[in-house]
């Protein structure tokens, strides 16, 4: 793992990565926190996160980006051992992750932010590539914060 990353190009690679129809939202994230800290992360924890995309499932419900911010939350915090209380900091962490998108867009809701939306069209993908790299970034963000890893931006 790195010393010092660019939360910006991280923000930016997952961006990418979505406006490119590479990944999806979550996909998207993981792939880019993984690339980014150059983290010795299986590839499967981005297949992980495929079922996330479209409010899981294509359900509408919980916004894959901000899903996808919490499966690497608890990549870098979560336990894995049952019974650690670690668990505990990694739920206020995930916690800190979606309240600010709640802050920033009032609801978790796939379907109330996408709501009249064609899904697919240049409107729904702008929103959610808009997302993607602002939940990517927050992660990031808290990443740094609680590793003590410089942001070089």
Do not use: W
């Not at 910006?8 to 979505?18: C, S």
């Not at 995930?94 to 064609?118: I, P, W, Y």
Request: aromatic share 6%; net charge negative; proline share 2%.
């Amino acid at each position: 793992m790195v010393t010092e990353v660019s939360i910006k190009k991280i923000r930016e690679d997952a961006e990418e990565l979505y406006r490119q129809g590479l990944f999806f939202c979550s996909e998207a994230i993981v792939a880019s926190i993984r690339d980014n800290f150059k983290l010795d992360m299986p590839e499967e924890m981005i297949a992980m996160a495929s079922g996330f995309p479209v409010g899981i499932g294509r359900s509408k419900c919980l916004c894959g980006a901000v899903a996808g911010g919490v499966i690497v939350i608890g990549y870098f915090f979560g336990r894995t051992k049952g019974g650690d209380p670690e668990v505990n900091r990694t739920l206020e962490l995930a916690n800190e992750l979606q309240e600010e998108f709640r802050k920033n867009h009032r609801v978790l809701c796939c379907s109330v932010h996408t709501k009249g939306m064609d899904m697919g069209s240049g409107e729904h993908k702008n929103q959610c590539i808009s997302f993607t790299g602002e939940v990517a970034e927050t992660a990031a963000k808290i990443i740094v914060r609680e590793l003590g890893i410089k942001n070089i931006d």
